[in-house]
C-alpha cells in the first residue's frame, strides 16, 4: 500500500490549506484514517483521524484542532482531506496520512501504533 499527501504549502496566519491523501492498492473506505504531524525536535502528534465507512465514520481530532480542521472522504476518488481553516503557525509541520493493516478496525484512535502505512509526508507552513 502507498500513500500520498498533497495539499501542503505556506499560508499566512488565519489561511486555510486541504490536504489530501491518496492510496494504491487500498480501499480507504475500509479503513481507519489518521493524519499525523512531526515538527523537527517534537514529538510527532496526532491530528485528526476518520473510521470506516460502515456507517459509522466517526472521526477524533487533536483538541488544539478542534472547531478549525475538518477530516472527510472522497469515496470516490479514494481519497481522504484534512481541511484546515484558521491556520496558526503551531500548525506548521509536516503532515503525514496513515494507514493500518487490518481493514474495519472500529473507532479510529489517535495512537500512531495502530497505524502501519505512511505517506512521505506534506509540509504546512503558517508565517507571516
Known amino acids: 500500500v502507498q500513500l500520498v499527501e498533497s495539499g501542503g504549502g505556506w499560508v499566512q496566519p488565519g489561511g486555510s490549506l486541504r490536504l489530501s491523501c491518496a492510496a494504491s492498492?487500498?480501499?480507504?473506505?475500509?479503513?481507519?484514517v489518521a493524519w499525523f504531524r512531526q515538527v523537527p525536535g517534537e514529538e510527532q502528534e496526532g491530528v485528526s483521524c476518520i473510521s470506516p465507512s460502515d456507517g459509522d465514520e466517526s472521526t477524533d481530532y487533536l483538541e488544539s484542532v478542534k472547531g478549525r480542521f475538518t477530516i472527510s472522504r472522497a469515496s470516490g476518488e479514494n481519497m481522504v482531506h484534512l481541511t484546515m481553516n484558521n491556520l496558526k503557525p503551531e500548525d506548521s509541520g509536516v503532515y503525514h496520512c496513515?494507514?493500518?493493516?487490518?481493514?474495519?478496525?472500529?473507532?479510529?484512535?489517535?495512537?500512531?501504533?495502530?497505524?502501519?502505512?505512511w505517506g512521505q509526508g506534506a509540509q504546512v507552513t503558517v508565517s507571516s
Open positions: 492498492e487500498a480501499t480507504l473506505d475500509y479503513y481507519n
Open positions: 496513515a494507514l493500518p493493516v487490518t481493514a474495519w478496525g472500529g473507532r479510529c484512535r489517535l495512537d500512531s501504533s495502530e497505524y502501519d502505512y
